[in-house]
Every structure is written in C-alpha cells, then in structure tokens.
C-alpha cells in the first residue's frame, strides 16, 4: 500500500480533505446523537417500573361509587377475580404476579388514600422496604399495625408509635417510608397488610354496594415477565381481562413525552441515516472535484506503467482514510453530545390511573411525577453500524468514480493538457 502518495495527495489538498472528514463528522455525530437522545428518553420511561420491580401494571376501570363516605375504590381500581388472576399466571412469558388492594377512605375530618400489599413480596409496593425512613416495614405476621408515606407523615405530625384510624378501625404506625423512592406508582398516604385492607373493604358499605367481592379481593396486580416476551404478555392481557382492562407498560409512559420524543423514537434513525447519506455525497463531491484537478496525474500514472487498478485502489484507499478519520471524529464528538445530554433531568409525570386522587377535592387531582437523569449513550454497535454504513456506502461511490477516471487514456489526457 502506498501510504505516502495516500498521505501526501490528503496533505496537499487540505481544504478538500478539511471540507470531507468535517461532513463524515458531523453525519456520524448527528446519527449517534440522535440514537443516544432516543434512548436516554426510553430509558427514562422505563425508570417508574423499573423501580418498583415490575414489568407491567394491571388494573381495570370500574363504576363510580354511589357515595363518597368511608372506604370506596377509585374507579380505575374495580376488583379483579381469582380466575383472571390464575389466568394471567398461566400466561407464556408471566413469571410472577404481585397483588395489591387500593383504595380511598373518606373520614369526617380528613381523605386518606391506602393500600394493601403483601410484605413478603420484593417487587412492586414490597419495594418501600428499601425506602424506610423511619422505623420498620411491615412484616408477613404483622395485624393491626401500618406505615405511612413520610410527606403525610409530616402534614399530620404522624411519628412511628403514634396512630392512625382507618374506617373506625386503630392501625399503630411502625414505619415511615419515602415513596417517592419507588416511582410515584400506587402511590398511598398509608400502607397496610393486606389481610387487613380485605377485611376493611369486605366491611365498606360503599364497595359492597357496586361489586361482588372474591374472599380476597385484589385490584392491582404487579406482573414481572420474562424481558424478551414482555411486549407479547402486555398484548396478551388486555383480550384476556376485557375492554376495560388498564395494561401500564414502559411503553405507556413514552406517550407522555409528547410530540417532540414521539417523532425523534420513530423517525430518529431515518433522520440520522439521512445525514449520513448527505454526508457522504459531500465525500462525492470532494472526490469529483479531486478527480477533475488530477486529470492530468492519472493521465501521467497511466503513462508511466500505473495499471487501472492500481488507479482505482489508490483514489478508494484516499477515499477510505477521509472516511475513518471524519468517523472518529465524529464519534468522539457523539461522546461528548451524550455526557452533556446526561447533565440534564426529564419529568415523567404518572398517569393518573396509577396513582388516583379525587379531582373534586380541594386543589384538584394530585399530580405526580418522577424526575430521572437523561441516560443517554453511545453503544458500541451504533459506533459500527456507522463505521459500516459509510465504509461501504464511501467504497461503492470512491470506487466508482475511480473506475471511470482509470478508463481515462492517457494520451487524450495529456494532449488536452
């Protein structure tokens, strides 16, 4: 390989060689980029789920309660049945299901949302083990006995030992937590086990009056699955469960990025394989007008014993090394888009069904988020589809262009001069 006359041909034309590797660059640089944006936002909507263990949330819509007194369910929280349940186990690709019992509790002097859950479980609300503050957790012997969240904790002057009344019932306070800790989802102001959120709402008037109650009743359940049939056990419940069936998966939370993310997650990589494409028609046009300027050269190599394809591999080997060196670059200043990009934060805002508060309260629905860092990356197989897009797209053109300007005879070239 003749690396001085490739080195020495880059060296001597630098504003073309300059006006090349920049276009590769900053192609390859807007493609990663792109890629990385895309990602960190996905990234970002799985991080609800991801903190409370789980890979799909199920609930179902259900009736407004005929009166707010006591306990009733939201209606996005209507019970789920025994057999629904057995048959969402049964689904391919299920590999657990967590239970847990939402409700509200209107008291004469003050609104208190509370949910049952099964100490014993490690995903889902069994996540606030992680998150105590104060205290202990609930453990799968305790009766009698709740945690709060810290922030209600805090309004009501509630500390651990003190206690709370629930539908006329003392629960004693062992515990504070901090939920903010795990996703703002199922979101309550007091934890229960569940056997006694059961027996609470076989007793409220309010339930019993709209639905017909399982002996344990259940109206969230938290679905781990296998990470490469997940997608297909979401599809699969929603036909299973009915029409009002709330199936809450990563991709739910996508949809509240808005437009701007929606476009960049579908057409993110035609918009980077585009800059790409420009780019590399940049490197036509070097290569064209290195060509015409060399006219004389090729004809002179001709002349002087040069075969055709000794032409074409030098002027591709020139096109190669412009390629290479404007990838590089190209890539690192990729890198450095992601690193800033990982400075900034995205609010993923909860959906309401998740985490459902009376809009007919004072101030409206409670409005919960998540805050989460942009995890934005540059992967090494983007790095190489890249490299291998325009090495082979950088081939096909250089290669061509030689081709043609080795057919050039020598004597037509140097009587033209």
Request: hydrophobic residues 50%; charged residues 20%; contains cysteine.
């Amino acid at each position: 390989m003749q690396v001085r006359y490739v080195w020495s041909e880059l060296v001597h034309r630098p504003q073309r060689s300059v006006v090349a590797i920049l276009s590769i660059a900053l192609g390859v640089a807007l493609f990663l980029s792109l890629q990385a944006y895309a990602e960190g936002y996905q990234n970002a909507a799985r991080k609800p789920l991801t903190e409370i263990g789980a890979d799909i949330i199920v609930q179902r819509e259900g009736d407004i309660p005929e009166a707010f007194e006591g306990i009733v369910f939201p209606h996005s929280t209507a019970p789920l049945r025994e057999e629904e349940i057995a048959a969402i186990r049964e689904v391919e690709g299920v590999e657990d299901v967590g239970r847990a019992l939402f409700f509200w509790v209107f008291e004469p002097d003050q609104f208190i949302v509370g949910l049952g859950m099964d100490p014993e479980s490690d995903f889902g609300p069994g996540r606030l083990r992680a998150a105590v503050r104060e205290g202990r957790f609930l453990q799968s012997s305790d009766t009698g006995v709740a945690v709060a969240d810290s922030s209600y904790a805090d309004q009501y002057q509630l500390r651990v030992g003190d206690s709370v009344t629930i539908s006329g019932e003392v629960f004693e306070l062992v515990g504070l937590v901090d939920t903010s800790r795990v996703g703002n989802v199922a979101n309550a102001n007091v934890y229960l086990p569940l056997a006694d959120a059961n027996r609470l709402v076989h007793e409220a008037p309010n339930v019993n009056a709209i639905y017909t109650l399982d002996e344990q009743v259940t109206n969230l359940l938290f679905v781990k699955a296998d990470s490469v049939q997940a997608a297909k056990v979401s599809e699969a419940l929603q036909p299973l469960l009915g029409e009002k069936t709330l199936v809450t998966t990563p991709q739910s939370f996508e949809a509240v990025f808005g437009t701007t993310f929606q476009l960049i997650d579908r057409f993110g990589f035609l918009v980077g394989f585009t800059c790409l494409i420009l780019a590399l028609l940049s490197l036509l046009r070097v290569i064209v007008g290195g060509l015409a300027e060399r006219k004389r050269d090729i004809g002179i190599m001709r002349a002087v014993g040069w075969k055709k394809r000794d032409i074409v591999k030098q002027i591709t080997r020139e096109s190669l090394v412009l390629i290479m060196a404007g990838w590089g670059i190209g890539a690192i200043a990729a890198w450095g888009v992601t690193h800033v990009l990982r400075l900034f934060t995205v609010s993923i805002p909860v959906p309401w069904e998740l985490s459902p508060t009376p809009h007919f309260m004072a101030g409206g629905a409670k409005e919960l988020s998540l805050t989460v860092t942009l995890e934005a990356a540059v992967h090494l197989y983007g790095l190489l589809a890249a490299l291998l897009l325009c090495l082979g797209i950088g081939w096909c053109i250089s290669w061509w262009l030689a081709r043609n300007a080795a057919n050039l005879k020598p004597v037509e070239v140097l009587r033209s001069e």
